[in-house]
């Protein structure tokens, strides 16, 4: 019989666990898997607050009025 395991070390507490090598989701061991299990999930990573204005830039906008040439 064949088992292949990685060797990982947790994100959590750092300690090194074996898992299996076709589990590639799991980051934390046994214990801060059940210990992190009740936090709620990440937010999502996007920017907070009002979004960024994309408007002409302020040369081009003096020379479409006419000011500067």
């Not at 088992?3 to 214990?31: F, H, P, S």
Request: hydrophobic share 35%.
């Amino acid at each position: 019989m064949d088992l292949r395991v990685q060797l990982k070390v947790c994100e959590g507490c750092g300690c090194l666990w074996y898992r299996k090598q076709t589990e590639n989701c799991t980051v934390y061991c046994a214990g801060c898997t059940i210990r992190l299990r009740d936090f709620p999930p990440p937010l999502s990573r996007g920017l907070r607050g009002r979004p960024r204005k994309l408007g002409v830039p302020r040369m081009f906008a003096v020379a479409e009025a006419g000011g500067a040439q």
